[in-house]
């Protein structure tokens, strides 16, 4: 395996791996919180509005940090820059 | 497949490039700007009114209670900055619907500049707000040793801001682009009205936080035992922070 192949699998990898795991905790969090505002929802039902703005903000918010792995493993895949750098070092030789 | 609308290039003399981005983005504002002169010129007090100055009252009401409603006292003074944000963002969120148009938020530039405008307007209204002394020593506020934490959060969040918008319109753009490949039919255009909603939602979250961050800058620190609520506006007092 030449580097430019090992950049190649390291980078796809690590791309799946990426948004697998970062996918975990936020799925975890907005479950929750659903569950809470429903929960509340139900008790409290003359609070709908408040309570259904607060939870798109935080489900916005929550749903933020796997867009965070999600554009990490884009950039990964469509942008590497290594792959770049790679590709520039075997046009130098 | 391209990550972001900067890649598309229709006109080049050397330095200077015009893409995509910076094409729609002035289109939008040629929209927004055209749109609300022809839609103000003739403006009435009465009942008989246009259509459409029904429409820009009802924008303009809606954005000026959600405002107040994070917790800002004047939302008059707040009115043009933030419900600026709101429209471009808004605006470049729904205009996905039309058929060769790329949203100009799914650019790292763009994002990175309204977040930067952010980064700019709180210390300006929070000077205003409390004073240069009173702003600097919200700093400082629970003690000494939060400094760097606050210098840092006050970084941290401008970058949150505009990877989360960002990353939000990319990722609309990017999957309707990968099913286009797999399922041909129908399905895309499902995910076109969940990217709607997403649209819609995120520009109502940078609108919001950037409410927020200006409502915790502008507020200022009093002791807790004489009462800071006028009578009849309870509970407005502390925004819920993010």
């Known amino acids: 395996m030449d580097s430019m192949t090992l950049i190649a699998v390291a980078s796809i990898v690590t791309a799946g791996l990426t948004i697998a795991i970062g996918v975990i905790g936020p799925s975890l969090g907005e479950g929750r919180a659903v569950a809470t505002a429903l929960t509340s929802l139900a008790q409290q039902p003359d609070a709908s509005a408040t309570i259904t703005r607060t939870l798109f903000v935080g489900l916005a918010m929550i749903e933020s940090t796997a867009i965070y792995s999600f554009v990490v493993s884009m950039i990964l895949i469509f942008a590497n820059p290594f792959w770049n750098h790679a590709i520039a070092q075997v046009a130098g030789k | ?242």
């Open chain 2, 1 to 242: 497949m391209r990550l972001s609308p900067d890649e598309i290039i229709f006109w080049q003399y050397g330095f200077f490039k015009l893409n995509a981005t910076i094409v729609f983005t002035w289109g939008l504002m040629l929209v927004l700007v055209v749109g609300s002169l022809l839609v103000t010129r003739r403006l009435s007090k009465g009942l008989e009114r246009s259509r459409w100055q029904n429409l820009l009252e009802v924008i303009v009401t809606t954005i000026e209670t959600q405002i107040e409603e994070v917790g800002l006292r004047e939302p008059r003074k707040y009115l043009a900055f933030l419900g600026t944000l709101f429209l471009f963002v808004a605006l470049s969120a729904l205009c996905t619907v039309l058929p060769g148009f790329e949203p100009p938020t799914g650019s790292l530039s763009t994002t990175v500049a309204l977040a930067l405008c952010v980064l700019v307007a709180v210390p300006l209204f929070g000077i205003e707000g409390q004073g240069l002394g009173g702003y600097l020593k919200s700093y400082v506020q629970p003690t000494l040793i939060m400094l760097p934490f606050n210098i840092i959060s006050e970084v941290s969040r401008t970058l949150a801001l505009a990877v989360r918008l960002f990353g939000n319109m990319m990722s609309g753009a990017m999957i309707i682009g990968i099913l286009l490949s797999i399922t041909p039919f129908i399905f895309p255009i499902v995910m076109t009205v969940l990217g709607l909603l997403t649209g819609m939602v995120q520009a109502y979250i940078f609108f919001v936080l950037a409410a927020v961050y200006i409502a915790a800058a502008t507020q200022i620190h009093q002791p807790k035992s004489e009462p800071s609520n006028p009578p009849g506006k309870p509970g407005k007092e502390t925004p819920w922070t993010a």
